[in-house]
C-alpha cells in the first residue's frame, strides 16, 4: 500500500530565504509525482508535475526534483516570499495510471516579512 | 474557462443528520473526483467516476456515504447519518479523462463541521 509522507509538518522562514520541502514514498512504482499549494478556504493548486521518467522540473522559483528509486521528491522554493506562505502538498499517482492520487499530510509554510 | 464549482461552501450540522455537496465539474471533463480532507491531513480519494459510472469507490464509507452523477456532468455526495468523524473539506476535482498526462483541477471545497 502507497504511503506518502511530508516533512516537517510545518515551516516558518524569513523573506528571502532559500526553503527545501520533502517528500518520501513507499512504492517507486509510481507513474507520477505533483506538488500542490493550498490556501487557507481553497482549492488545490497544481504547482509541478514530474512524470517518472524525468528527474525535476522547474517553474519560475519552483525546482521539483523526483528520485524514484530512494522513494524521495523535494521541492525547491528560492529567496522565498510572504506570498508564499500556504500548504504544499505532494501526490502521486500509481503505475496503475487511474487518476488516483494519493497525498502526504502536507507541509505548512509561512513566510515571514 | 469556468473552474470546478462546489456548493455549499460551508455547511454545520449535528450528528445523526444527513447533508449532500454538489459539484460541477470543468465543461467536457468526463472524469470527476470526490476527495475527503480531514484537518491536517492530506486528501483521500472516496470515489471517482468515469461519465456516470463508479471507477474507484474501495474507500468511500458506504454505510453512510454516496454518490451519484447523472448524466455524467454534476455530481452530488450525500452523508446520512452524519457522525463527528465526517467533519472535513470534500474537495470535488475534475479531468479530461483520468489517465496522465491529464491532470486533475480542484474545487474550493465545501467544509463540513458535524457537532
Known amino acids: 500500500k502507497q504511503e506518502v509522507t511530508q516533512i516537517p509538518a510545518a515551516l516558518s522562514v524569513p523573506e528571502g530565504e532559500n526553503l527545501v520541502l520533502n517528500c518520501s514514498f513507499t512504492?517507486?512504482?509510481?507513474?507520477?509525482l505533483q506538488w500542490f499549494r493550498q490556501d487557507p478556504g481553497k482549492g488545490l493548486t497544481s504547482l509541478l508535475l514530474?512524470?517518472?521518467?524525468?528527474r525535476e522540473q522547474t517553474s519560475g522559483r519552483l525546482n521539483a526534483s523526483l528520485d524514484k528509486s530512494s522513494g524521495r521528491s523535494t521541492l525547491y522554493i528560492a529567496a522565498s516570499q510572504p506570498g508564499d506562505s500556504a500548504t504544499y502538498l505532494c501526490?502521486?499517482?500509481?503505475?496503475?495510471?487511474?487518476?488516483?492520487?494519493?497525498f502526504g499530510q502536507g507541509t505548512t509554510l509561512q513566510v515571514k516579512p | 474557462e469556468a473552474g470546478v464549482a462546489q456548493s455549499p461552501r460551508y455547511k454545520i450540522i449535528e450528528k445523526r443528520q444527513s447533508v449532500a455537496f454538489w459539484c460541477n465539474p470543468i465543461s467536457g471533463h468526463a472524469t470527476l473526483y470526490w476527495y475527503q480532507q480531514i484537518l491536517g491531513q492530506g486528501p483521500k480519494l472516496l470515489i471517482q467516476?468515469?461519465?456516470?459510472?463508479?471507477?474507484?469507490d474501495s474507500q468511500l464509507p458506504k454505510d453512510r456515504f454516496s454518490a451519484e452523477r447523472l448524466k455524467g456532468v454534476d455530481s452530488t455526495l450525500k452523508i446520512q447519518p452524519a457522525k463527528l468523524e465526517d467533519s472535513a473539506v470534500y474537495l470535488c476535482?475534475?479531468?479530461?479523462?483520468?489517465?496522465?498526462?491529464?491532470?486533475?483541477?480542484f474545487g474550493p471545497g465545501t467544509r463540513l463541521t458535524v457537532t
Open positions: 501526490a502521486v499517482r500509481g503505475s496503475g495510471n487511474t487518476g488516483k492520487l494519493i
Open positions: 467516476f468515469q461519465n456516470n459510472g463508479v471507477v474507484d
Open positions: 476535482a475534475s479531468s479530461l479523462v483520468a489517465t496522465s498526462p491529464y491532470e486533475q483541477y
Open positions: 512504492d517507486s512504482a509510481i507513474y507520477n
Open positions: 514530474i512524470q517518472s521518467s524525468q
